[in-house]
């Protein structure tokens, strides 16, 4: 394959705000424009300018506890409002915050591989260790807000040291969907370039509010607050299990979220009998969301067509980005430049191309980073390529307009036994459209066919439908890629269970390790050999066996 390249003419350079040192440098003074949080199961809120007060006395206590510019801040808890308060502390020290996974570590070994100063979490029986460097975040709260009775000497902040371009402002956490996760450090010059995008293509501006519910430990959910305090408006901060009911409180005009969120919001008012006219639709959404969507973000992981048209012929844009943490946003959709099933056209400062294996390439004017911090021996030349890019190990297309298309990861590539190679995502994505199916991952790699483990819609999905229905999807599939075995998992797959990271992305590795005798017995009870004379051949399909097994601690880490 020869190579292709697109992105390569950015044309003029476009004047990029300083939005880190403007952050961390100085005073908001916004009283219009607010951030809304949930503390103790209500909706509360600050004006920009008491909130950027109170990081400003969180940051006085940080300085008195040791922190320099330049040193590591660690964060290891769900999202809250200590969590933002430290972010923006720390970056009013010229120091690096660095977000950690909850529960995953033990904070003495964080402490350690990531070089942190102090090491606030959400856990109370990790705090007060020998050390002293790691603390309850909940005493954050304290030193942001109880200002009565505060000693005259109480610490003052020291002016801001400014952070250069080259500088790091944040650690960075692979999401850990292929491996265990990679820390990577993020340059200011690169959160600067790719707010600067954001801003270029949809003008965050006076009377929007961004809601906010995944981890704000990936940084580029930072971002979103960042903006407000750059560019003025709102922004409200929720976690994924109050996000739909936070919407429909605050009325946010645009979501930051992730597939597996606006498809189990489809099904959830589908359930409800929404109408089927597009209006009514329309209507439908918005109500559920507050009434005032100007449009929906989505990323992290690939969107099917049927939850983007759900959205978009109803009225309520979902504009589907491309990106990793070693390069931030590479491509978005966005009002005037949208291609539904595309992840859009390539940024203005990003370059793509694919090498001679069909792998995209991607370059950067400010890359995050050219090597991983924290990684195992080999992880960096894998990834970061001599010349600075990153080879991203997806494999897509562009069209003749410059929209991008992911078809899938090499790693997403099934061989069967007869030399048939099927990118899985393909078959996974017309699965997904089959009634009661809410998610799926396809099998077969060495097997004579595919095989798939369906999460249910709902616990009674009729097995001898299912069937039926893949048997049909067959006939509109190629040989190759048609399944004849299904295993209805035990519940839902779910990021509590381990089958779905933290941006509802499959866990491919856990959940064929969970169900692995249940497919080995399917292809033992159903012995067909695809070499594409068996179109009409009947579907298997199995509930999974007994409830599923104790080993899910250690599947999550495979």
């Not at 300085?63 to 009013?92: Q, S, Y």
């Not at 020290?93 to 070994?109: C, F, K, M, N, S």
């Not at 507050?290 to 449009?295: A, D, L, N, V, W």
């Not at 390439?361 to 911090?373: A, D, E």
Request: overall charge negative.
């Amino acid at each position: 394959m020869t190579e292709q390249t697109a992105g390569q003419d950015p044309g003029p350079p476009v004047p990029v705000a300083d939005v880190v040192n403007t952050v961390a440098g100085t005073a908001c003074q916004d009283t219009r424009h607010r951030i809304h949080y949930r503390e103790d199961g209500e909706i509360r809120s600050l004006s920009l300018a008491d909130l950027d007060a109170a990081a400003v006395r969180v940051a006085a206590r940080l300085h008195a506890l040791g922190i320099r510019a330049r040193d590591r801040v660690g964060v290891m808890a769900p999202n809250r409002i200590e969590w933002v308060l430290l972010d923006l502390a720390a970056l009013k020290l010229g120091a690096v915050t660095a977000g950690i996974e909850p529960d995953r570590y033990q904070p003495a070994a964080v402490l350690a591989e990531f070089g942190l100063g102090l090491l606030f979490t959400g856990d109370p029986h990790h705090a007060g260790d020998a050390s002293g460097a790691v603390h309850d975040i909940a005493q954050v709260h304290a030193w942001a807000f109880d200002t009565v009775g505060t000693p005259a000497d109480a610490p003052a902040l020291p002016p801001h040291p400014g952070y250069d371009p080259a500088d790091i402002c944040a650690v960075k956490q692979t999401s850990g969907s292929t491996g265990p996760p990679k820390g990577i450090e993020a340059t200011v010059a690169s959160v600067n370039r790719s707010l600067a995008a954001v801003q270029e293509m949809f003008d965050h501006r006076d009377g929007d509010n961004l809601l906010v519910f995944l981890p704000v430990r990936f940084l580029q959910q930072r971002y979103w607050i960042y903006s407000a305090l750059a560019h003025g408006h709102d922004v409200t901060l929720a976690d994924r299990v109050t996000a739909v009911e936070t919407a429909h409180a605050v009325s946010p005009t645009v979501i930051m979220g992730v597939p597996g969120f606006y498809g189990q919001l489809m099904t959830r008012l589908e359930a409800d009998g929404i109408p089927a006219d597009p209006a009514g639709r329309g209507a439908a959404i918005q109500q559920a969301l507050g009434g005032r969507i100007r449009y929906l973000w989505t990323g992290s992981a690939p969107a099917g067509r049927q939850v983007l048209h759900f959205f978009h012929d109803a009225g309520v844009p979902l504009h589907e980005g491309y990106g990793l943490n070693e390069t931030c946003i590479v491509t978005k959709n966005h009002p005037g430049a949208f291609r539904v099933g595309s992840v859009g056209r390539v940024l203005p400062h990003k370059r793509i191309r694919f090498d001679k294996d069909g792998i995209l390439i991607v370059g950067s004017s400010h890359p995050v980073n050219t090597r991983y911090t924290w990684c195992a021996p080999g992880a960096n030349e894998r990834v970061f390529l001599p010349t600075g890019e990153v080879k991203t190990y997806d494999i897509g297309h562009v069209d003749e307009d410059g929209f991008l298309y992911i078809d899938g990861r090499v790693d997403d590539t099934v061989t069967l036994s007869g030399a048939l190679n099927i990118l899985v995502p393909l078959v996974e994505e017309r699965l997904r459209e089959l009634p009661g199916v809410h998610d799926c991952a396809v099998f077969g790699d060495g097997r004579p066919y595919l095989t798939a483990v369906v999460s249910p819609a709902a616990p009674d999905l009729d097995g001898e439908a299912l069937a039926r229905d893949l048997a049909k999807l067959n006939q509109e599939l190629r040989y190759e890629q048609r399944l004849f075995a299904a295993v209805i998992a035990h519940e839902p797959f779910s990021i509590e269970n381990g089958l779905l990271n933290a941006q509802y992305k499959l866990m491919r590795t856990p959940i064929g390790a969970r169900y692995a005798g249940d497919l080995e017995r399917a292809y033992a009870e159903h012995r067909i050999y695809n070499d594409g004379t068996v179109g009409d051949a009947p579907v298997l399909v199995t509930a999974a066996a007994g409830p599923p097994h104790d080993g899910r601690a250690e599947d999550e880490q495979k």
